[in-house]
């Protein structure tokens, strides 16, 4: 379906589809869901590191954080799927994403290491431990950005 503006403002919807060459992502099954899926995860993902940063900053209990730390450790876990091949395009994801395969990998289980510390702090209401784990779990997003990320 192709949408194309009039200069009067009408839309019309013309059939195409039949015409249009698959693109090359569709193709490969279509991974635009997976891609705004992993953005959208990303995205929920550093809500709730900003909300452990303030009360990391605030020294509140740290208690109530254990499903947000959980969340991490679960995301880290699914991050090599969320990267099919061809989903680059596009993206802020390098081709060193696919092209260093196990690096990356070892970048997402670094970030599941250290959410799970996190994960353990948050449940034993550990403030102290709770701020260092959180400063590791922080380090691991920007160690992998800084090699697999475009800025
Ligand atoms: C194993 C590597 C890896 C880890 C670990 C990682 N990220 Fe990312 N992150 C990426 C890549 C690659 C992209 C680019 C994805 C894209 O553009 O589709 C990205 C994108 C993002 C985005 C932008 C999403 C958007 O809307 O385009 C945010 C925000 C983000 N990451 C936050 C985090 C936070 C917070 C953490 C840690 C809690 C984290 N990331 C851990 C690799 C990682």
């Given at each position: 379906?192709?949408?194309?503006?009039?200069?009067?403002?009408?839309?019309?919807?013309?059939?195409?589809?039949?015409?249009?060459?698959?693109?090359g992502?569709?193709?490969?099954?279509?991974?635009?869901?997976?891609v705004?899926?992993?953005?959208?995860?990303?995205?929920?993902m550093?809500?709730?590191?900003g909300?452990?940063?303030?009360?990391?900053?605030?020294?509140?209990?740290?208690?109530?954080?254990?499903?947000?730390?959980?969340?991490?450790?679960?995301?880290?876990?699914?991050?090599?799927?969320?990267?099919?091949?061809?989903?680059?395009?596009g993206?802020k994801?390098?081709?060193?994403?696919?092209?260093d395969?196990a690096?990356?990998?070892k970048?997402?289980?670094?970030?599941?290491?250290k959410?799970t510390?996190?994960?353990?702090?948050?449940k034993?209401?550990?403030?102290?431990?709770?701020?260092?784990?959180?400063?590791?779990?922080?380090a691991?997003?920007?160690?992998?950005?800084?090699?697999?990320?475009?800025k």
């Amino acid at each position: 379906m192709q949408v194309s503006k009039l200069s009067g403002g009408i839309l019309i919807l013309a059939a195409v589809t039949i015409a249009a060459p698959l693109s090359g992502a569709q193709a490969q099954g279509a991974p635009e869901p997976i891609v705004a899926a992993r953005e959208a995860g990303y995205d929920l993902m550093s809500a709730g590191v900003g909300l452990m940063k303030a009360g990391v900053a605030a020294g509140t209990p740290v208690k109530g954080y254990s499903d947000l730390a959980e969340a991490i450790v679960k995301w880290g876990k699914t991050i090599p799927a969320m990267f099919p091949p061809g989903s680059g395009t596009g993206t802020k994801a390098k081709p060193e994403v696919w092209s260093d395969r196990a690096g990356f990998e070892k970048a997402a289980q670094n970030l599941v290491d250290k959410a799970t510390i996190l994960v353990a702090a948050a449940k034993a209401d550990d403030v102290a431990a709770f701020k260092t784990a959180f400063g590791d779990t922080a380090a691991a997003c920007g160690a992998c950005h800084k090699v697999y990320r475009e800025k």
